[in-house]
T-cell receptor
Framework: GQNIDQPTEMTATEGAIVQINCTYQTSGFNGLFWYQQHAGEAPTFLSYNVLDGLEEKGRFSSFLSRSKGYSYLLLKELQMKDSASYLCAVRDSNYQLIWGAGTKLIIKP | DADVTQTPRNRITKTGKRIMLECSQTKGHDRMYWYRQDPGLGLQLIYYSFDVKDINKGEISDGYSVSRQAQAKFSLSLESAIPNQTALYFC?????????????FGEGSRLTVL
């Protein structure tokens, strides 16, 4: 079966750096996505990786290793507004998105 | 105004009732999707449509039906609601299957079936 694993919850301190991991086993691979979802709100797109390596976008970076079935989202200079759930999703060989359950990130002052 | 609008935002209903959730978008996208989100689970695809004449079942379509009335409108129906359909429902759109294929989500419809 297809599976996306990510930690259920993480806690970090304002101003620090946090890395949220995502491992996947899917039928084929056509890209990996990270979305941010604040409580009670809709998910919003953060990043997309299709080739191995690091994609940087401001305070957020996303890394992909296709051979290891692994990605991480790196958040730098954490702010209180970064408290949210972070969803990892993989697009499989049928171009369907398989979603992880999300990682709830709690930022403490 | 939101680019992807869902109505109603909240609904409480009883078992056996018919419920329709509506979605409209102003992004001009051809592709529209209905997802449900439950605590502790990933988003699950119910139905999707790549154009007005194209409707496809997702991974959890049983108990649901959809209608694509126009490019901008995609409705989800529960013909006879049951309590395990209590969930947060999201409509989403995208303009490309390729490249980033970013999804744009509506604000969600919270449905409670008693």
């Amino acid at each position: 079966g297809q599976n996306i694993d990510q930690p259920t919850e993480m806690t970090a301190t304002e101003g620090a750096i946090v890395q949220i991991n995502c491992t996947y086993q899917t039928s084929g691979f056509n890209g990996l996505f990270w979305y941010q979802q604040h409580a009670g709100e809709a998910p919003t797109f953060l990043s997309y990786n299709v080739l191995d390596g690091l994609e940087e976008k401001g305070r957020f970076s996303s890394f992909l290793s296709r051979s290891k079935g692994y990605s991480y989202l790196l958040l730098k200079e954490l702010q209180m507004k970064d408290s949210a759930s972070y969803l990892c999703a993989v697009r499989d060989s049928n171009y369907q998105l398989i979603w992880g359950a999300g990682t709830k990130l709690i930022i403490k002052p | 105004d939101a680019d992807v609008t869902q109505t109603p935002r909240n609904r409480i209903t009883k078992t056996g009732k018919r419920i329709m959730l509506e979605c409209s978008q102003t992004k001009g996208h051809d592709r529209m999707y209905w997802y449900r989100q439950d605590p502790g689970l990933g988003l699950q695809l119910i139905y999707y449509s790549f154009d007005v004449k194209d409707i496809n079942k997702g991974e959890i379509s049983d108990g649901y039906s959809v209608s694509r009335q126009a490019q901008a409108k995609f409705s989800l129906s529960l013909e006879s609601a049951i309590p395990n359909q209590t969930a947060l429902y999201f409509c989403a759109t995208s303009d490309s299957l390729w490249d980033s294929g970013e999804l744009f989500f509506g604000e969600g419809s919270r449905l409670t079936v008693l």
